[in-house]
């Protein structure tokens, strides 16, 4: 016998099986029973909520030959022809591979043909959003005053993407995500009719993963049932689906409020060897983070956690506050996203976990936030409390004398600002536009949100207004960075420049390494001698 998948096995065959849209079913199910069913109808929601099967079960319901409070029967020869899929008056059509004007033309010239078995000839157009402009033309007319035995029921996971003229002459029905409860429900009578040995951690953590979707909660419970065993366990989800340990996750977590860049480097570094999924460990990181919020705003916490877990968990929040807790959340979901749109995944996946980790990014919050709220007495208790690392008591010594060194240049710069007119530099955006050319990622990704000013004749400033930290400072200072960044912009102002950086929240000059090499013409390809400081 041929195999079926799971979730095409256990399609819901009626309105009463649909999981989770009561809202739907109830409006559809009284206009079967009243037989005032639209012409045409929308569903939209995410994948796997029930709009394909709503929309199969509403073909069936209007055609069915002894239908019973507004559900098809699925025993008449018209709901037996309509599963087998033999019945052409029922059409599915997916919008993804049939976009173009000449599939909605043939719809068109179809509609004017009476039905062959069934009361209505029904359309059911999959994914319409992906229909082109043309076919969408070509569907409004038709759309809007079908025959009377026409119906047409649309699915879309995306109906911003509609033109308003489709979305006006239709019955909209927005579909919900599926709770978890009522997927692991269903999940525990698939169990048992298929026999599949289960444990109740595991149900929860597909019902999680599947993220409202009941399809996407099947594909996964069929993964794990096919490797012999025929028992579902959480460590085995976790490895087929790519999710880190808890105690991975909680690692990456600790270094970060700690502000433990060498362990960070080290971890971030294995995961990319190991070939984690840095989406998976990003999404686990961000929800292990807002559970550690919970638990300590709520002192409640998952089921999913165990009590060895849990220990951990409070162990590393003893260290940090709900306000560090929430920026870190904010600031990996940025980086997720950041993620999503780069071609250098891996890179920016370690240059987001080494900022997270700086120092100074969350010490100035902390300032910030004292000052805001009229605290002053606070800010050294949160330097205690939130800024820890191993090299901590070697380097407060030297913190001093470097503040001290640095206030003086700061007064020296700062009265030569006052003599020295700055303008920003328009060649700038063309320089982040080369690096990004020549793929050099992690000095691009520094330079992000930052200016470029000319403060004199043979100097430009680069610009941070939120302020620079060590970090950034330090991927800058690197020879070939800023030996890079001097023959760009020494190629822009057709002459030799040095090169400074600005805080711009400070607004203090800070001058790099100097270490003087003399290159050829040839080596900047540029006709002059450039001074390279390093």
């Not at 394909?52 to 069915?64: G, Q």
């Not at 999404?283 to 292990?288: A, G, L, S």
Request: with cysteine; charged share 30%; hydrophobic share 35%.
């Amino acid at each position: 016998m041929e195999y079926t998948a799971l979730y095409r096995r256990f399609r819901p065959m009626t309105f009463n099986e649909i999981l989770g849209q009561e809202h739907i079913i109830t409006t559809l199910k009284n206009q079967v029973i009243s037989d005032r069913v639209g012409h045409a109808y929308l569903f939209t929601g995410c994948r796997g909520c029930g709009k394909t099967s709503s929309a199969k079960v509403l073909a069936r319901a209007i055609n069915c030959l002894n239908i019973k409070d507004g559900e098809p029967c699925n025993e008449c020869s018209v709901c037996k022809a309509a599963l087998n899929g033999s019945l052409t008056d029922i059409v599915e059509m997916d919008a993804a591979s049939n976009n173009g004007v000449d599939d909605i033309r043939t719809i068109r010239d179809e509609v004017n043909f009476l039905p062959t078995i069934a009361k209505y000839r029904v359309y059911i157009i999959d994914e319409v959003h992906m229909l082109s402009t043309g076919a969408f033309n070509a569907l409004l007319k038709t759309l809007e005053e079908p025959p009377k035995h026409v119906k047409f029921i649309l699915a879309t996971t995306e109906p911003q993407k509609l033109p308003a003229t489709i979305l006006s002459r239709c019955q909209r029905f927005d579909f919900k995500k599926i709770s978890e409860n009522k997927i692991i429900e269903n999940l525990k009578k698939i169990c048992e009719e298929c026999q599949i040995k289960f444990e109740e951690k595991a149900l929860d953590l597909i019902a999680e993963l599947a993220e409202g979707g009941m399809r996407d909660a099947l594909s996964i419970l069929e993964r794990c049932a096919e490797d012999g065993e025929n028992q579902i366990t959480e460590d085995k989800i976790k490895e087929l689906v790519g999710i880190p340990e808890k105690k991975y996750i909680s690692k990456v977590i600790e270094t970060i409020i700690n502000y433990d860049t060498e362990t960070a480097l080290q971890i971030t570094e294995q995961a990319i060897k190991e070939g984690k999924d840095i989406n998976n460990l990003l999404w686990e990181t961000i929800k292990y983070t807002r559970d550690m919020l919970l638990l300590k705003t709520t002192n409640s916490i998952s089921n999913t956690y165990n009590k060895e877990d849990i220990d951990i968990m409070q162990n590393i929040m003893n260290n940090v506050e709900k306000q560090r807790l929430l920026n870190i959340i904010y600031s990996l979901s940025k980086l997720e996203n950041d993620i999503k749109w780069s071609s250098q995944k891996n890179i920016v996946f370690q240059v987001g976990i080494l900022k997270l980790c700086s120092q100074e990014m969350y010490y100035e919050k902390a300032v910030v936030l004292n000052k805001t709220n009229g605290s002053t007495g606070n800010t050294t208790q949160l330097s205690k409390n939130n800024i820890k690392s191993k090299k901590d008591d070697e380097n407060n010594k030297n913190t001093v004398q470097e503040n001290n060194e640095k206030t003086q240049e700061n007064d020296i710069n700062t009265s030569n600002k006052k003599e020295q007119p700055m303008q920003k530099a328009v060649f700038w955006n063309k320089v982040i536009d080369t690096l990004k050319k020549d793929r050099n990622q992690i000095l691009c990704s520094n330079l992000i949100g930052t200016n470029a000013i000319v403060i004199d004749d043979m100097t430009v400033g680069i610009e941070f207004p939120e302020g620079i930290n060590s970090f950034r400072k330090s991927i800058i200072e690197k020879s070939e960075n800023i030996n890079e960044l001097r023959r760009l912009v020494s190629i822009e102002c057709k002459k030799d420049m040095r090169i400074k950086l600005i805080d711009g929240k400070n607004k203090d000059n800070i001058d790099l390494k100097e270490e003087t090499k003399t290159q050829n013409n040839d080596s900047l390809g540029i006709g002059i001698n450039i001074n390279i400081i390093d």
